[in-house]
């Protein structure tokens, strides 16, 4: 099973937006025609904060396919998976990222690092493998959870080991410079990020012809909601080398889910401003599992009296990606992108509100996908 040049992680939290997401890349490829290869990715910390299975991803990702009569190649992606919960994504999934950033080491040689990483890549993918079938599914290998950057010399030293482990890597996620905070921009030094991404490109070219692996092997950019920063410069880079990507998005998706019922109706409004309110309550339980991948400064934290003024507009503003507008607030941004939680508990409040106003939300949802993120690698 082989995936096509450019691919697209969507996926989102409810497993409720797969017409609207497969839309928007429909939508972006007639605007700038490129084709990219819908995977809807839902992680296993996704699933277990919400209580769903990763039938539910395969029954959105399905629906959406049937309901567009789309014809094209797709994919179910068991995000971030290991040894102990990749059986429950067996059925449902067909792209595996198999997650060894646990056994990296943090100092010492290549080998020290990085072997015993390998290894367990290569346990995993085989057990995946005798389960499913080799030629049954796409695998990518993501280390991206980790403190430190890989440099380009230790994508090749991994990139060689999981040749060795006869792993038909596809598409690898290594950690690259920089802040990849949720849902807002990249923060980080761009030329070095320039720098690094190209480097990595040439390693990959190298390693596919040094070590057989796939050809179509291509970098997987992990949290690429909305660092829009990096796309003109990812975009530059993979067209003179002539290679795909994939991107990984799910959390943008979420975010715009309460932009469209805050612009919908005053129930909407209402509903989003009561998840921002619970957030604020609760803010140390639903930001420690993110620690490392958000930065909320607490005091450009609207108080519940202040949110509570808001007409539609303001509170759209104030959640909207865009960094022109003096209104835009990246910390409450992030702190709603981490609050999926509280909209899972007040799930028949939201879940039919977001049934009910689809066409507002998935109006958000294309324009998000395609001028937002899509357009910035190709324009
Ligand atoms: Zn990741």
């Known amino acids: 099973m082989k995936i096509g040049k450019y691919s697209f992680g969507i996926g989102d939290r409810f497993a409720h937006e797969g017409i609207n997401q497969l839309k928007a890349l429909i939508a972006a490829e007639e605007q700038f025609g490129v084709h990219f290869v819908p995977v809807w990715n839902k992680s296993n910390r996704e699933h277990q904060i919400i209580g769903t299975e990763p039938a539910s991803t395969r029954a959105e990702a399905d629906a959406a396919v049937k309901a567009l009569n789309y014809k094209d190649q797709y994919f179910v992606d068991a995000d971030h998976i290991n040894m102990n919960n990749v059986d429950r994504f067996i059925e449902a999934s067909d792209f595996f990222t198999i997650d060894v950033a646990d056994y990296i080491g943090k100092t010492g040689t290549l080998e020290e690092k990085f072997s015993n990483a390998i ?18 599914f796409v695998t990518e290998v993501s280390m991206d959870e980790v403190d430190n950057a890989q440099s380009p010399e230790e994508l090749r030293y991994i990139l060689k080991g999981l040749a060795e482990e006869k792993i038909p890597v596809q598409t690898i996620a290594p950690k690259f410079t920089g802040r990849f905070n949720k849902g807002v921009d990249y923060r980080g030094d761009l030329a070095l990020f320039e720098k690094e991404f190209e480097q990595d490109l040439r390693v990959i070219d190298e390693c596919i012809k040094a070590y057989g ?20 410069i990812m975009g530059k880079l993979i067209r003179k080398y002539d290679k795909g990507i994939h991107i990984k998005t799910a959390g943008t998706t979420w975010l715009e889910e309460n932009i469209g019922l805050a612009l919908a109706a005053p129930e909407g409004l209402a509903l989003a401003k009561k998840i921002y309110v619970n957030a604020l309550g609760r803010m140390e339980e639903l930001t420690v599992p993110y620690a490392t991948v958000i930065d909320v400064d607490v005091n450009a934290l609207p108080s519940p ?18 960094q022109e507008d003096p209104l835009y607030n990246p910390s409450f941004r992030q702190l709603i992108h981490v609050s999926y939680k509280i909209a899972a508990e007040l799930k028949d409040e939201f879940l039919p509100a977001l049934e009910k106003y689809t066409d507002v939300i998935g109006d958000q949802i294309t324009a998000n996908i ?9 324009k």
């Open 119 to 136: 290894k367990e890549a290569g346990k995993i993918y085989r057990h995946i493998a005798e389960k499913k079938g080799a030629d049954n």
């Open 213 to 232: 692996l796939p050809e179509n092997l291509k970098l997987s950019i992990h949290s690429g909601s909305d660092k829009f920063s990096i796309y003109p």
């Open 370 to 378: 395609g001028d937002r993120h899509v357009r910035r690698l190709f």
């Open 305 to 322: 009296e202040e949110v509570e003024k808001w007409d539609a507009d303001t509170y759209a503003r104030t959640m909207r990606h865009n």
